[in-house]
Structure formats: structure tokens, C-alpha cells
């Protein structure tokens, strides 16, 4: 059983840094895609940032780019999304999501994404 449980949200002024923790495990995640989302109230889930585990290849929405980072630790199986810079607008419920191998589709959008977190708020203060 495939478990993501995500940590590190919390309540950080304008300008300011957080980093958030996923920690995946059940599975080998090798061959996985791992995803960042984000969702405010409201709104729909939006892609936020995703990397492929084995290679690290990293994609990112256009409103973070530059300031997310997205990584991850083999050894600890987690992924980390670094947030600088941050806006009032990045306010959200962030989760972690988790992309089997022979799933196919466009890697932003929810639906392509099999696993999910529980979730973890974030609140940027003007």
C-alpha cells in the first residue's frame, strides 16, 4: 500500500521560505513520477511542480518557476519542494502525489496521478 504523507506547511510571511516533505512508502518509486499540487479554497488543484525519481528530470508551473524547487532523497524516499519567495497567492493546501510507471498523459494534471497525501497547509501573510 502506497503511503505519501506530506510535512512542513505552516503560517510564513510574504518574502519568506518554507519546505515542505513528502515521504513515500509501499513501493519502489524508481520508475515513478512524483508531483506537487496545490489547492486554495475554491479553486480547482493545480499542478505546482513534478520530478521523475531515477533521473530527476523537473518540471515546473510558470507561476513558481524560480522560486520552487523540487528534489528528492533516494535514501530517505522523499521528495522536498523548497518554496522562496514567497506570495499571499501561494496560499494552499499543498499535496504530494505520487505517478505509477504506465500511467500516460500530460504530467500536470491531477488525474494522471494515482496516489495522493493527505495534504498540508500553506498560508503566506501580506
Known amino acids: 500500500q502506497v503511503q505519501l504523507v506530506e510535512s512542513g506547511g505552516g503560517l510564513v510571511q510574504a518574502g519568506g521560505s518554507l519546505r515542505l516533505s513528502c515521504a513515500a512508502s509501499?513501493?519502489?518509486?524508481?520508475?515513478?513520477?512524483m508531483g506537487w499540487f496545490r489547492q486554495a479554497p475554491g479553486a480547482e488543484r493545480e499542478f505546482v511542480a513534478s520530478?521523475?525519481?531515477?533521473?530527476?528530470?523537473?518540471y515546473y508551473a510558470d507561476s513558481v518557476k524560480g522560486r520552487f524547487t523540487i528534489s528528492r532523497d533516494n535514501a530517505k524516499n522523499t521528495v522536498y519542494l523548497q518554496m522562496n519567495s514567497l506570495k499571499p497567492e501561494d496560499t494552499a493546501v499543498y499535496y504530494c502525489a505520487a505517478r505509477p510507471p504506465g500511467y500516460s498523459g500530460a504530467y500536470f494534471s491531477a488525474v494522471n496521478y494515482r496516489y495522493w497525501g493527505q495534504g498540508t497547509q500553506v498560508t503566506v501573510s501580506s
Open positions: 509501499g513501493r519502489t518509486f524508481s520508475r515513478y513520477i
Open positions: 520530478i521523475t525519481w531515477s533521473a530527476g528530470i523537473t
